[in-house]
């Protein structure tokens, strides 16, 4: 029996996966694992771009099918024979001793079921997400209704993201995000896989609901990681807000079902005025754009600002000229510019992407300096000598001239 199996379930997302499996490997180097990777029928050559890139040191599972979510993990876990399970997101990227250090809480804490982690977003902020709360009839609807936005504070209507305790020390949590979740094979032993009823979204919590009903403890630890947070679906589309709203609803049926008429009826109907309203938002976006009435700071281009090795910056220069990029170039490592880019001048004008070399910077070391000063307008990038690609939230740039 290995020590942990890591699983990512992947749709059209190939070079996120890429990254993904990259910083992996470093942070599981003397660990007893095996990580498999399942493609839910990919259009963008995945299968092919993987096996090629990473061969054996993957179980690559190519299904026919976009089996969801939910099936798609299960399938790898019944295929594992591990101590633990990681279910880990495409689009995250985890550091170099992350893997170490959520092992040994676990390892620590035999009473804990399943582990999530201090997500980042892409400009340095904590993700919400990362510590939640059982959407209980009532904590569900101060949801809906905008309660838990206007008073995120209180424990009372802001309970759904747990905003009341530290993001710097471990707790216990009632729910725990599927882009980081490990889990252990004895409590998934017990009270079984991911319900397939939810094809994505929601089966994290039901999972965590289920583990907390059979006695074991969901822990939060704040070892970060970075979540893109989206790249692997279409949040704006009309599908998201179907499939989300209705994993709501299945969960809210699933467990609270018997609940009367008077009290559901409420609860119902905000889970269908918010996906109503996200639906509105989304037709009249569609027609501001197509009309050309954007806000003028939507057409804003970033800058690019690129920090790393003279080696590394001359391929990015290459890449720059090649897409038409607007960049700006600082040779340094973590030895001559520990503070990245709050140590530099950069352009207040306009949305900045800071492109660290990770082999300049760790990620763990990049991660810091976000989360040091995070700014809505300056988003992290990475380039990868290796693989030569820029990696941003939101795209991947690259050349074709510069070789592998």
Known sequence: MKKLSVVIVSYNVKYYVEQCLTALRWALRDIDSEIFVVDNHSRDGSVEYLRSRFGSQITLIASNHNLGFAKANNRAIENSDSEYVLLLNPDTIVTEESMKETLAFMDSHPKAGGLGVRML?????????SRRGIPTPMTAFYKMCGLCSLFPNSPRFGHYYMSGISWDEPHQIE???GAFCMLRKEALD?????????????????LSYRLIQAGWENWYLPSVIL????????????RYVHVFYDAMLKFFRKHYDSMSFVISLPIKAAIFGKASIALCNMAWKGCRD???????????????????????LKQCRQIAKYKGLDAEFFEGTVGTIPNGHLDIKLPEDRPLVVVYDVHAYSYAQIFEIFAKNPQEQVTIGTYDNNT??????????????IRH
């Open 190 to 206: 017990e009270i079984g896989l991911l319900d397939e009823d939810f094809f994505m979204y929601g089966e994290d919590i039901d």
């Open 175 to 177: 729910i725990i995000s």
């Open 121 to 129: 977003k892409s400009d340095g902020t904590n993700a919400r997400e």
């Open 290 to 312: 197509s009309i050309g009435l954007r806000e003028r700071s939507e057409f804003k281009q970033p800058v690019y600002v690129f920090i790393g090795t003279s080696f590394t």
């Open 388 to 401: 030569h690609k820029i990696i941003t939230q939101t795209e991947v740039i690259f050349d074709n001239a």
């Open 227 to 238: 979540h893109y947070k989206g790249e692997s679906t279409q949040k704006s589309s009309f």
